[in-house]
Structure formats: structure tokens, C-alpha cells
């Protein structure tokens, strides 16, 4: 007999004893993380981000159960028993069980969302609990969704899920990578995976396809009727589990911000779970705490306390002025952190510029630079300006704008003179000039020959004379010539007629 057939069976005999769904918790210590944490290859504790030494190390948060008192979701909200109405229920086992009550008026009596992330033990256990089959309503294909919003991302080890009572025939585990991101399928569970899902069981995982999420029908089985186990490895089976630090691939699969539980085919004739998160949260190596952030949007969000010269709510990102070099996570052998700009004291701003750190290997471009600066280190002197030999900034060249070149000036602040001018400015005539103009200084050879040059140019203006002169004799010249020619024509045509 088909096995699913089996358990429709095994449910049909416990619905006698008022089924009903119910998620409860008991959240492992911190003690028990640790351990748990060890025997699975983790760091049971956090660790420092800088050494004795002060060198920056890789480090990472504590190990920590990334559910508890974590916010749950229910949907459909009247999905939680006593909501509706007050019910009844029983405890599933061989023997059967007593007659107990859920009202959600009652506080004893009331099993809200909020008891799957509480913290509490085997002697004093609490639960959600769903509305049973008897008010109608939780049969397939109907889906109740448990929602579990961590508060920022969280790097997953694993998801424990202990059912108190049978555990579902069918149900799905789903994550977000991060906020606003679509749910993304992490595993599938089910007695009917082709039926239920279209899905094969245990499709096999190859590197080219690292992030596929299987279908195992592995704990479909109604039995055992209280304590069964389901405990979902992030990185188990995977082929670059091993090699982590280089998988961008597999640091997203382990990534989530929220957790979802989708209960397809309800067992309801009792399922009591322990909702455990094992993992840390998402610092990429730069920080060993969260905190409760003050700048974050939201309820209860949590931020990295980032070290390293890094930033952001996962430490995602160099801190500003802090971008010499590209941004990078933690490993174990080389801790990333991001750099100073070098800006010669001249600027606290800049920007990572990868044209710039391809070619000389650092790429931090400094912005707003000081004192007459710049260059992306600012390393250069705005133009008509000058740096004197062991000072940060620059002085302007101050060049006579008569007796200078132009505005610019060397190294020394030495402006280029015209000719017969001299001074670091260019202010002033050198020995045999005088009267500094446009052209320069005049020499002073010029007073001694004052005659020749007066002489000289009195006959250039006579030869000036002279041709205009004879231009406008010319000119006459040529028009009588006209009125000659005018002349003798009029003779001829008198002529002519005659």
C-alpha cells in the first residue's frame, strides 16, 4: 500500500482525537548553540577584529539562534486557533489524550505566533497553534504561511524544526536575501514531491547549479506522532560548501533577512515544532557584534558594529575616506580592511576611482582639496599657483600682469619676465631699462641716439609724403590723359558726319 495511503489512513483514526495544528518552541541555550555551532565546523564564540598586535583580522558574530523573540507572522491570521472562536484540541499519542482548550481571550489558554519564537523549555512548553479540521477550513490545497522577519541578513547554518506532534505531509521552506527580494524556494518536503510540487526527489546538486532547491520526501512519515526532527542543512550536499569564503554563489544561498514556513498539506491532528535558526549575523568579516541601530528604518533593527574602516548595516561597504582600495569580505587569511585615501592632509573626501586603481593601484580620488591643490591626491598646484619645498599649500604666483609673461611660475615661484624685466613677480626694470609697458622695459641705449631715431623717423614720414604725393600726381596725370582722349574722339565723330 502506497505510503501516502498509509498516512491518510493513520490521520482519518487520529481526527477522533480532536486534531488541530500547533508550532511550538523550545529554543535551544546559548550553551546548546555553542555546541550544535562546534560539532557542524562553526566557531562556537566571536571572535576579536584586530589582534594583540593591532593587525585586522577576520572576525564574526556569535553563534546565536537568529529566531528567538524574533517577530512571526501568521497567514491567514484566522488560521490561529481561538482567533475565530474558542476550540478544543488533544495532544496526539498512541494512548490518546485529554481534552484541552485554545482561546485567544485567555492568556493561558491562547497560543498567538509570537510563542514560536519564546524562550521556554520541555517542562513549560508554549506553542501556535492553528484552528483544527473540526472549525473547518486548514485542508489542501489551503496554505498557512509561518513568516519569520530576522531584522537585518543573517548567514544560515541551519533551520531545526522539532514537531511535537506528526509532523506535515507536505510543506516549504522559504527565504529572503534581502529586503524587497522575492521569496526564493531553500527546500522542499514532502511524502508526494512529483504530485505535490512537480519536483523530483533529490534532484542532484552540481556546481553549475549550487542554489537548486530539492524535494526529499525524507521526513514524510506521520510517525513518530510527537518529537520528530527536521533539521535543514543551508550547505549540505553543495560543492563548494567547503570553500565558502570564495563562493559569492553560496554566501547568497546561506543569506537571508526573512524566513518562511509554508505548510502545504497540514497534518491536523497535531504539529508541535521547535522553530530554531541557527546562525550568525551577516558581517562579511569586519565586525564580531550586532546592535540595535539607530539609523536603520524600522522596529528592532539590527546593524553590524563594523570595524575594518567599513560600513553599513553588513559591514557592506568601505566607510567614506576610507576607499583606497576596492571593498572586499574577510577571509581567513586576509582580513580586507579598506584603506585611507591619500589626500596629503589636504582632504577628507573622495571617491574609489577603479581607472585610476587599475593603474597605480590605489584608488582613492580625493575631492575638494585645500590649499590651492589638486590632482587626485591632490599632489599638483592649481594653475598660476606654487608650493614652496616642505609646505602642504600652495601659494598664488602674484605675476605682474604688465611685466609678466603670463600668470604662471615655476617651482620656486619665479614668474617668466618679458624682455628687460626682472623680479621673482616681474614688477620691475633690470639695470638699462626703464619705462616697463607692454613690450617690456625699454633700453636705456635709446636716450643717446634720440636724434638718429627722430631723424630716422622725420624721414620716413617725408618718404610717406612723397609717395602720396606722387600717387595724386598720378592720379591727375591719368585724367587728363582722359579728357585728352575724350577730346580727339569728339573731333572724330564731328568728322565722320561731315
Not at 531553500?186 to 553549475?208: K, V
Request: one cysteine or more; glycine letters at 8%; aromatic letters at 8%.
Amino acid at each position: 500500500m502506497p505510503s501516502i495511503v498509509v498516512r491518510q489512513l493513520v490521520t482519518l483514526f487520529l481526527l477522533s482525537f480532536w486534531p488541530f495544528i500547533c508550532l511550538g518552541t523550545w529554543l535551544e541555550t546559548p550553551t546548546e548553540f555553542a555546541r550544535r555551532d562546534a560539532s557542524s565546523g562553526h566557531f562556537p564564540t566571536h571572535s576579536e577584529c584586530y589582534n594583540s598586535q593591532g593587525t585586522a583580522e577576520q572576525c564574526v558574530p556569535e553563534f546565536e539562534n537568529a529566531a528567538f523573540r524574533k517577530p512571526v507572522e501568521v497567514s491567514p491570521t484566522e488560521f490561529t486557533c481561538g482567533v475565530r472562536r474558542p476550540s478544543r484540541f488533544r495532544h496526539q499519542t498512541r494512548a490518546g489524550g485529554a481534552d484541552l482548550h485554545c482561546d485567544a481571550r485567555i492568556a493561558d489558554q491562547s497560543h498567538p505566533p509570537a510563542l514560536l519564537t519564546d524562550f521556554n523549555d520541555e517542562t513549560n512548553a508554549t506553542w501556535w497553534q492553528s484552528i483544527t479540521m473540526e472549525e473547518g477550513g486548514v485542508q489542501y490545497p489551503t496554505t498557512v504561511n509561518l513568516t519569520l522577519r530576522l531584522g537585518k541578513a543573517y548567514e544560515i547554518t541551519y533551520v531545526r524544526l522539532k514537531f511535537a506532534n506528526p509532523r506535515p505531509e507536505s510543506f516549504v521552506l522559504y527565504k529572503k536575501t534581502k529586503a524587497g527580494d522575492a521569496w526564493s524556494p531553500w527546500q522542499y518536503y514532502s511524502g508526494s514531491c512529483r504530485a505535490t510540487f512537480d519536483l523530483p526527489e533529490r534532484a542532484p546538486i552540481l556546481r553549475a547549479n549550487e542554489t537548486i532547491a530539492q524535494c526529499t520526501g525524507e521526513f514524510a512519515d506521520i510517525l513518530p506522532l510527537r518529537g520528530g526532527n527536521i533539521v535543514f542543512s543551508t550547505l549540505e550536499g553543495r560543492p563548494s560548501a567547503g570553500n565558502l569564503e570564495e563562493s559569492d554563489v553560496l554566501q547568497d544561498w546561506v543569506t537571508a533577512t526573512e524566513i518562511m514556513v509554508s505548510l502545504v498539506r497540514l497534518n491536523t491532528n497535531g504539529d508541535e515544532i521547535d522553530f530554531a535558526v541557527g546562525g550568525r549575523c551577516k558581517c562579511n568579516g569586519h565586525a564580531n557584534r550586532c546592535v540595535k541601530s539607530s539609523t536603520e528604518p524600522g522596529e528592532a533593527q539590527l546593524a553590524c558594529d563594523c570595524q575594518h574602516n567599513t560600513a553599513g548595516v553588513d559591514c557592506q561597504q568601505c566607510a567614506p575616506f576610507f576607499m583606497d582600495r576596492p571593498w572586499r569580505r574577510a577571509t581567513e587569511t586576509e582580513a580586507n580592511e579598506c584603506l585611507p585615501c591619500n589626500c596629503n592632509g589636504l582632504s577628507n573626501r573622495c571617491f574609489f576611482d577603479a581607472k585610476l586603481f587599475e593603474k597605480t593601484a590605489h584608488g582613492g580620488h580625493c575631492i575638494d582639496c585645500a590649499g590651492n591643490t589638486q590632482g587626485p591626491h591632490c599632489e599638483h598646484c592649481l594653475p598660476d599657483h606654487w608650493r614652496r619645498h616642505g609646505e602642504q599649500h600652495c601659494r598664488p604666483c602674484q605675476c605682474n600682469q604688465i611685466g609678466a609673461v603670463d600668470g604662471q611660475c615655476d617651482e620656486g615661484g619665479q614668474c617668466r619676465c618679458k624682455a628687460g624685466v626682472e623680479g621673482q613677480f616681474c614688477d620691475r626694470c633690470a639695470d638699462g631699462y626703464h619705462d616697463i609697458g607692454p613690450m617690456g622695459c625699454s633700453s636705456n641705449d635709446s636716450s643717446t641716439n634720440g636724434s638718429k631715431e627722430v631723424e630716422l623717423k622725420t624721414k620716413r614720414l617725408q618718404m610717406a609724403e612723397f609717395d602720396i604725393q606722387y600717387k595724386r600726381r598720378s592720379v591727375e596725370l591719368v585724367e587728363l590723359q582722359i579728357v585728352e582722349l575724350q577730346r580727339k574722339l569728339g573731333r572724330y565723330e564731328v568728322e565722320a558726319e561731315g
